[in-house]
């Protein structure tokens, strides 16, 4: 046996698999420190050790096809990025987005469709300033009272249309009014016919996927029942279990149905993180979404999500 080649192996597995120092190499092979950065050195010359830079823009072609086979979606955009701090990789997914739906919306006489969310709000807060004719924005659902910034959904849509110089139209009744009756009334309303007319015509629908921590906070305001242990995310209040399946939790709703969404031209999911993982799979799985924009380790872990 080639006991130097084995040294090579062994200081190899150390360095690259087990993430020992070179110092602490030499206290567990009883070596010098300069003998073992000599073994390493050696290892990839001798080819015991085999160094690949991957073209990160490469890796993400394959990530995105890997999504777009595996969901059957029309599209994905994955973001790199250099590191797994959550707060970088929101950031660089937006901007990823950002550019994406620029393009999308420059060429005007677009009827686009603004959800709302964490996600949605960086999105438009990151979104640069776009002259683009022609375009109208409109939010996906009625008003709430829900005190976070990002869940007022006229003001989600005013701030986007103001940065893509759009006409806004805004939902003047609630998401869930107090009973069938009153449902039915501002069903009659003006307002809400012009919004159910442009949600049968959304060309661009702009969506987050909201996952327990959503059911949570909705969940405080509308109530809670029994499908809503099932639920492990939203796409604009359409809620699903891991499989996909659409789970009404309320009844009353004044919004953009599922069937609006599946109609659009196109809907874009902009999602990332390790705590969504299971909430963009089971969005994959209802169909509702077209495009899905996340960073790249976000993707992996739903290619490798049982």
């Given at each position: 046996?080639?006991?130097?080649?084995?040294?090579?192996?062994?200081?190899?597995?150390?360095?690259?698999?087990?993430?020992?120092?070179?110092?602490?190499?030499?206290?567990?092979?009883?070596?010098?420190?300069?003998t073992?950065?000599?073994?390493?050195?050696?290892?990839?010359?001798?080819?015991?050790?085999?160094?690949?830079?991957?073209?990160?823009?490469?890796?993400?072609?394959?990530?995105?096809?890997?999504?777009?086979?595996?969901f059957?979606?029309?599209?994905?955009?994955?973001?790199?990025?250099?590191?797994?701090?959550?707060?970088?990789?929101?950031?660089?997914?937006?901007?990823?987005?950002?550019?994406?739906?620029?393009?999308?919306?420059?060429s005007?006489?677009?009827?686009?469709?603004?959800?709302?969310?964490?996600?949605?709000?960086?999105?438009?807060?990151?979104?640069?300033?776009?002259?683009?004719?022609?375009?109208?924005?409109?939010?996906?659902f009625?008003?709430?009272?829900?005190?976070?910034?990002?869940?007022?959904?006229?003001?989600?849509?005013?701030?986007?249309?103001?940065?893509?110089?759009?006409?806004?139209?805004?939902?003047?009744?609630?998401?869930?009014?107090?009973n069938?009756?009153?449902?039915?009334?501002?069903?009659?309303?003006?307002?809400?016919?012009?919004?159910?007319?442009?949600?049968?015509s959304?060309?661009?629908?702009?969506?987050?996927?909201?996952?327990?921590?959503?059911?949570?906070?909705?969940g405080?305001?509308?109530?809670?029942?029994?499908?809503?242990?099932?639920?492990?995310?939203?796409?604009?209040?359409?809620?699903?279990?891991?499989?996909?399946?659409?789970?009404?939790?309320?009844?009353?709703?004044?919004?953009?149905?599922?069937?609006?969404?599946?109609?659009?031209?196109?809907?874009?999911?902009v999602?990332?993180?390790?705590?969504?993982?299971?909430?963009?799979?089971?969005?994959?799985?209802?169909?509702?979404?077209?495009?899905?924009?996340?960073?790249e380790?976000?993707?992996?872990?739903?290619?490798?999500?049982?």
């Open positions: 046996m080639d006991i130097r080649k084995k040294q090579m192996q062994e200081a190899a597995i150390l360095y690259y698999e087990k993430n020992y120092t070179q110092s602490e190499i030499a206290d567990i092979m009883n070596l010098s420190r300069q073992v950065s000599k073994l390493l050195t050696d290892a990839v010359k001798e080819n015991i050790v085999e160094i690949k830079i991957h073209d990160p823009e490469i890796t993400c072609k394959d990530l995105e096809q890997a999504l777009c086979e595996r059957g979606i029309k599209n994905a955009v994955v973001c790199g990025v250099s590191a797994l701090d959550e707060s970088l990789s929101l950031l660089m997914t937006v901007k990823r987005a950002c550019e994406y739906i620029e393009t999308l919306v420059k005007g006489n677009k009827k686009i469709a603004i959800s709302w969310g964490h996600t949605v709000q960086k999105l438009i807060s990151e979104l640069p300033s776009v002259n683009a004719p022609g375009n109208t924005v409109f939010p996906l009625g008003a709430t009272d829900l005190e976070e910034s990002c869940f007022a959904s006229n003001e989600l849509a005013r701030s986007f249309a103001d940065k893509i110089g759009a006409e806004v139209k805004y939902a003047w009744f609630p998401y869930r009014p107090d069938f009756e009153d449902s039915v009334l501002f069903k009659k309303t003006s307002y809400y016919k012009k919004l159910y007319d442009l949600w049968n959304i060309d661009i629908a702009i969506v987050g996927i909201g996952n327990r921590d959503s059911i949570e906070t909705l405080k305001s509308f109530g809670y029942n029994e499908k809503c242990n099932s639920a492990i995310g939203d796409v604009s209040t359409h809620f699903f279990d891991e499989e996909g399946n659409i789970l009404k939790l309320y009844e009353n709703t004044l919004c953009a149905t599922k069937e609006n969404l599946k109609k659009a031209k196109e809907t874009i999911a999602a990332c993180g390790k705590d969504k993982t299971a909430a963009i799979v089971g969005a994959m799985r209802t169909n509702l979404i077209d495009t899905l924009i996340t960073d380790y976000t993707a992996k872990n739903i290619i490798d999500y049982k």
